[in-house]
């Protein structure tokens, strides 16, 4: 980095959710600029073999299994990656899962499977990364919310409630643990292209209405995001903490309507 004010070379950072989508173009992002990054992912395969293609890559990074859904294997991958990685500067919370369905017709698995994920799992790792920051007077926590925490949309209403709390988590830890020097601030992506989302976009219909609503007529790419997280992971973020960052393609600006001009 010629600015080292933008800089996360030799930074320590755990991403949950890096084996695949927003979570691995993070990673991968943090790993280009230096930074020595620890994935984490439900599964041991998913995590050999995200590894395994960013070794190919060039990229140095390690990784260990974690169902952030229980509170046990939070503990002991936290405890694993200090002990991997001497400390941590930075914790990137992506790990998320939904369930398309009508408000209805919601079964309480379908909630408690979003919620104890998306939720539940993101506050107990911030929790416990936090406590080390704490101990350390140092440190940086990014959670990534969703386009839902500004216009909650149909048919995902358990998946925006626990976006919607996530931004409360942000503030809330933010309030309580700016005094020991910790940072927690979050990042909303907008509508991204991912293997989990191609379906979707493949409609036409959808891709339409997408392109007619985003000022920049565009999907967004999960690289789109890594900017953004570098940002709030530098110093150059350092006087911010508590906020919501939309990067949405400028979804959130406003709403285009049908009407000539």
Same mark, same amino acid.
């Given at each position: ?142 959670? !990534?919310? /969703? +386009?839902?925490?500004?216009?909650? @949309? ?7 409630? *626990?976006?919607?709390? =996530? ?16 940072? !927690?601030? /979050? +990042?909303?992506?907008?509508?991204? @292209? ?7 976009? *493949?409609?036409?219909? =959808? ?55």
């Amino acid at each position: 980095m010629s600015d080292q004010l933008f800089s996360v070379t030799n930074q320590n950072v755990l991403v949950t959710g890096g084996s695949r989508g927003i979570g691995r173009a993070i990673a991968q992002g943090f790993a280009s600029r230096g930074a020595n990054v620890l994935i984490c992912s439900r599964s041991q395969e998913s995590v050999d073999n995200a590894i395994h293609e960013m070794l190919e890559a060039g990229l140095k990074v390690s990784g260990l299994a974690c169902d952030v859904s229980d509170p046990a294997q939070i503990k002991t991958t936290v405890a694993a990656a200090i002990a991997q990685l001497g400390h941590l500067d930075t914790l990137i919370n992506v790990a998320g899962v939904n369930r398309r369905k009508r408000a209805e017709t919601v079964t309480e698995d379908d909630y408690d499977f979003i919620m104890n994920t998306n939720l539940k799992g993101a506050f107990l790792m911030s929790q416990e990364v936090g406590r080390h920051m704490i101990e350390r007077k140092s440190g940086s926590q990014i959670n !990534v919310e /969703s +386009l839902n925490t500004w216009m909650p @949309l149909k048919g995902v209403l358990p998946y925006a409630m *626990s976006k919607f709390g =996530m931004q409360g988590m942000t503030r809330g830890l933010a309030l309580e643990w700016g005094c020991h020097g910790v940072r !927690v601030n /979050s +990042l909303a992506p907008g509508f991204i @292209l991912t293997d989990l989302t191609s379906k979707l976009w *493949s409609d036409p219909t =959808m891709l339409a209405w997408n392109e007619a609503n985003a000022p920049l007529e565009r999907l967004g790419q999960p690289e789109d995001m890594v900017g953004t997280a570098v940002f709030l992971a530098s110093k150059a973020s350092a006087f911010m903490t508590g906020q919501t960052l939309y990067v949405d393609g400028g979804f959130s600006a406003g709403c285009n309507w049908p009407i000539p001009l």
